[in-house]
């Protein structure tokens, strides 16, 4: 991998982790004002996908055929990458304390380091090792889980589920494009999952609630769509469309990483648009999952492959196993 394109895949991912980082402060107030997170999700997703559509028609250039040879991708995208996490997220928040399911939910990464080792049967380089150990150190600063009383066992099963979610997603997104951009694979995704999270609400798998009365922002009285229409162009459009060009310009391992850099961005944009306290633990964890990246970054070994992308066809301790790739 050349600098130019490692130093473009690493400035979309910080753009895609900023992006994702500020929902929550701008959700907040929607769920306080009577929407349910899948509620607010679809009309999130929908909100995106519709403004990434002409960018994704642009893209393609009548390359239509793109689209049909990438239609699992897709699939996988909306199905795992959005409709999945996010409903096994807040699966796992009604049941379990919230730092709790993100610090599950967020070893993502970790579940992909470890997978790559199964996989390939090679134990992954000692930066890669040490890097994952700063990043999770950092995650368990900033989200501070709570200890009190027993967990529900259900609640860590979705959170469990929605780590999985995620490290597929990364997967999904880092998988060769055949041709379909980035831009193209977000907005199709993103205008499935509503579907698919629609369907839920009706069956009654998760609250299907929403209110059009206004919502408390920055300490006046703000017409509920405001706040939805910049998460679903910001924190959606944006958000998905360069985490995935990240994804294929990182690699799945180096680009999960970098996304846990939205916890970090999630309690900066809270301290600033709600006036949440940050304390010193929390910025400690941002700059250990600041060192996390780099060590993982500094890995030019080659000796483990990140998943979702094939290992290269020499060495002499290839394993059989070491060309694989997931499926989404």
Same mark, same amino acid.
């Given at each position: ?129 040490? %890097? +994952?150990?700063? !990043?999770?150190?950092?995650? =368990? $600063?900033? /989200?501070?889980?709570? *200890?009190?009383? &027993?967990?529900?066992? #259900? ?95 990182? %690699? +799945?391992?180096? !680009?999960?990483?970098?996304? =846990? $850099?939205? /916890?970090?961005?999630? *309690?900066?944009? &809270?301290?600033?648009? #709600? ?54």
């Amino acid at each position: 991998m050349n600098r130019q394109p490692l130093s473009s895949g690493l400035l979309f991912a910080l753009v895609a982790a900023a992006s994702f980082g500020v929902s929550g402060a701008l959700i907040k107030p929607l769920l306080e004002g009577g929407w349910s997170p899948a509620a607010a999700v679809t009309v999130r997703a929908l909100i995106g996908g519709l403004i990434l559509a002409p960018f994704a028609v642009l893209t393609l250039r009548g390359r239509w055929a793109s689209v049909w040879r990438g239609r699992w991708r897709i699939l996988g995208m909306a199905t795992v990458g959005v409709a999945g996490t996010q409903l096994f997220y807040f699966a796992a928040v009604q049941r379990i304390p919230v730092g709790t399911a993100i610090l599950i939910e967020y070893m993502a990464p970790l579940l992909l380091v470890a997978l790559a080792w199964a996989m390939t049967r090679r134990r992954p380089a000692i930066v890669v090792l040490v %890097g +994952s150990v700063a !990043a999770f150190a950092g995650l =368990l $600063l900033i /989200v501070s889980p709570s *200890g009190s009383g &027993a967990l529900d066992p #259900l609640g860590i099963a979705a959170a469990v589920t929605a780590m999985v979610c995620c490290a597929g997603y990364f997967v999904i997104a880092a998988r060769p494009s055949a041709g379909l951009p980035p831009v193209a694979l977000a907005s199709a995704g993103l205008l499935i999952a509503p579907m698919l999270l629609a369907v839920a609400g009706l069956l009654g798998m998760v609250p299907f609630t929403a209110s059009v009365d206004e919502v408390a922002l920055l300490g006046r009285a703000t017409p509920w769509w405001v706040p939805m229409l910049v998460v679903g162009v910001v924190s959606t459009a944006v958000a998905y469309a360069t985490s995935i060009t990240a994804g294929g310009m990182l %690699g +799945s391992r180096l !680009a999960s990483f970098v996304g =846990l $850099l939205e /916890v970090a961005a999630a *309690g900066l944009w &809270a301290w600033m648009l #709600l006036g949440e306290n940050l304390t010193v633990l929390q910025l400690l964890g941002g700059g250990l999952i600041l060192v996390g990246i780099g060590f993982v970054h500094s890995d030019r070994s080659g000796s483990l492959p990140p998943v979702g992308e094939k290992a290269p066809a020499f060495g002499p301790s290839r394993s059989r196993t070491a060309g694989r790739t997931l499926s989404p």
